[in-house]
């Protein structure tokens, strides 16, 4: 028997249960096919009709299961949502009911600042606490100075240096997890982040590549999402490299970039566009050099993303409201003709 607590369950959810259901927690999603944890075990689940499509489970919910069937996914906490790669709009849940998102990303090479904002504004979008770790510490020659650099973007945020091969600094962000908690490591291919998956869980669960000797990087060799149980009681979802990384809201992006906010609510029109109006605090920002135009340019490019996606969200809404009515109106015009 597991106690569902270490496995991040929580007394209140008990209501949320359906009459003769028990709780399992989605720890891989595999064609439609669900490895659930439960009180009893790990459990192969069959997801029911109400869980296909739109309704389907992510890595880290909690759902109700009749036997082998699960027939309900519980509300969710929190999860780690993006823009589905590729040519659509649709949303796409990588990781569900987070406490922490481990945004992670490499000290081998220059540091990609615009990139880690990205995943921080997606991740404080979460309703989870976002941790940047930058992993192959061994690999940089001035680990404090890097540190430093990315700390001045990641606002708010600790950002933990770790190197997978001596160990250092894998207790630190082991301790940002604990018992009970559930984080879910993200970022781009190649950062270490199988690597340090192993040296969390204090073995080799996850499979790692050769890494180049020409920039210090690697393939990430992760094909699916998994929930991994930590030797301490933590949870970690375990992600694929993602090739693209979309917002699906503005929820986390004033958060991520709340300088550029704070100097933008200075402004002294409401509805300024931080070009040439006069009074722009941003503008002037700029102009006195604290204003980095790197990151002014990034915020802009991550609202317009968002105002798009707000946009493709609403006409799909539209659209399927559309279908729901016709579909309705054929349903009465079959029905009229056969009481004829």
Known sequence: MTDLS???????????????????RVARVDRGRLTVLTADGELRAHPGAALLGDGAPAVGDWVALRGELAVAVLPRRSAFTRVAAGRTSAEQAVAANLDVVLVVD????????????RYLA??????????????????????????????????GVDVLPVSSLSGDGVAEVAARIGP????????PSGVGKSSLANALLGRPAVATSEVRESDGRGRHTTTARELHVLPDGGLLVDTP???????????????????????????????????????????????DGSLDPARYAAWRKLQAEARRQALRSDARA???????????????????????
Do not use: N
Not at 106 to 117: K, N, Y
Not at 180 to 187: H, K, L, Q
Not at 246 to 273: K, M, S
């Open 6 to 24: 270490l496995l991040g369950w929580t007394p209140e959810r008990a209501a949320e249960l359906p009459e003769g259901t028990a709780a399992g």
């Open 106 to 117: 490499s000290l081998a090479g220059p540091q990609r600042l615009r990139r880690v904002e």
């Open 122 to 155: 997606v991740a404080w979008g979460s309703g989870a606490t976002p941790v940047v770790v930058l992993t192959k510490a061994d690999l940089c020659d001035d680990v404090p100075a890097a540190v430093a650099e990315v700390a001045e973007s990641a606002l």
């Open 180 to 187: 009970g908690r559930t984080a879910a490591m993200v970022g």
């Open 241 to 287: 490299g993602m090739r693209e990384l979309g917002v699906v809201d503005d929820e986390g992006i004033d958060t991520a970039y709340a300088d550029v906010t704070d100097l933008a609510a200075g402004c002294r029109f409401r509805d300024c566009r931080h070009r040439s109006e006069p009074g722009c605090a941003i503008a002037a920002a700029l102009e």
């Open 318 to 340: 539209r659209a399927a409201e559309h279908a729901r009515v016709r579909a309705l109106h054929r349903s009465y015009r079959t029905q009229s003709h056969r009481l004829r």
